[in-house]
Nanobody, 121 residues
Framework: QVQLVESGGGLVQPGGSLRLSCAAS????????MGWYRQAPGKERELVAR???????TYADFVKGRFTISRDNAKNTVYLQMNSLKPEDTAVYYC???????????????WGQGTQVTVSS
């Protein structure tokens, strides 16, 4: 059983910074992609940033230049450094990982439980 545990959310003033972490535990052969999504009240979940096994990254336009995704392969952990936060960044942030459990298995997708980020003065 693979579990993703997130941490780092909280309340921050506009212009401030937060760093989210998401650690995967369980029997994992490889992690092919890791990402962060967010969901604000009344809105659909949307991609924030994604990093694949090669290290290539993808960012939503609304966070380019402000957020940075990174990964620590040894720790099976993905991070999201969020700078210059805006009130519209307020949402529940979810981590997502696409993994193989064995060399020959198909890919499985797992989600974290979500962590609240609130940007307000």
């Amino acid at each position: 059983q693979v579990q993703l545990v997130e941490s780092g959310g909280g309340l921050v003033q506009p212009g401030g910074s937060l760093r989210l972490s998401c650690a995967a535990s369980g029997s994992i052969f490889s992690i092919n992609a890791m990402g962060w999504y967010r969901q604000a009240p009344g809105k659909e979940r949307e991609l924030v940033a994604r990093i694949i096994s090669s290290g290539a990254t993808t960012y939503a336009d609304f966070v380019k230049g402000r957020f940075t995704i990174s990964r620590d392969n040894a720790k099976n952990t993905v991070y999201l450094q969020m700078n210059s936060l805006k009130p519209e960044d307020t949402a529940v942030y979810y981590c997502n990982e696409v993994v193989r459990l064995t060399r020959s298995s198909r890919e499985y997708t797992y989600w974290g439980q979500g962590t609240q980020v609130t940007v307000s003065s």
